[in-house]
Nanobody
Framework: QVQLVESGGGSVQSGGSLRLSCAASGYTYRSYCMGWFRQAPGKEREGVAVVAGAGVTSYADSVKGRFTISQDNAENTLYLQMNSLKPEDTAMYYC?????????????????????????????WGQGTLVTVVS
């Protein structure tokens, strides 16, 4: 069973940076789609960035060029480096994972644009870490 624990959230000034970490266990990175999702108050959960293994990544348009997702497979840790943060980035950020094989069974690929119902599409979730960007 995949277990995920996020850390690294906090409050930062607009234009600042944060790095989120997700310690993962119980999975094989080559077989899993892993990513970061966020949910702002009153809004639906949305994809931020995902990695399909072997460095294949995809990003939401709103964060392209500002956020970078990466994996340290030796440490079983997923990261999200967030630069040039904006107040609209304020949200609870979640780390999530799901089997790529299972996604394909449902006709999905490990891409932000495919994972439109992330809580349904991916079955392992962390508890979330809050990011607040103040102007």
């Amino acid at each position: 069973q995949v277990q995920l624990v996020e850390s690294g959230g906090g409050s930062v000034q607009s234009g600042g940076s944060l790095r989120l970490s997700c310690a993962a266990s119980g999975y094989t990175y080559r077989s899993y789609c892993m990513g970061w999702f966020r949910q702002a108050p009153g809004k639906e959960r949305e994809g931020v960035a995902v990695v399909a293994g072997a460095g294949v990544t995809s990003y939401a348009d709103s964060v392209k060029g500002r956020f970078t997702i990466s994996q340290d497979n030796a440490e079983n840790t997923l990261y999200l480096q967030m630069n040039s943060l904006k107040p609209e980035d304020t949200a609870m950020y979640y780390c999530a994972a799901g089997s790529k094989e299972e996604l394909r069974f449902w006709g999905l690929e490990c891409r932000v644009s495919d994972l439109m119902e992330p809580e349904k599409d991916l079955d392992a979730w962390g508890q979330g870490t809050l990011v607040t960007v103040v102007s």
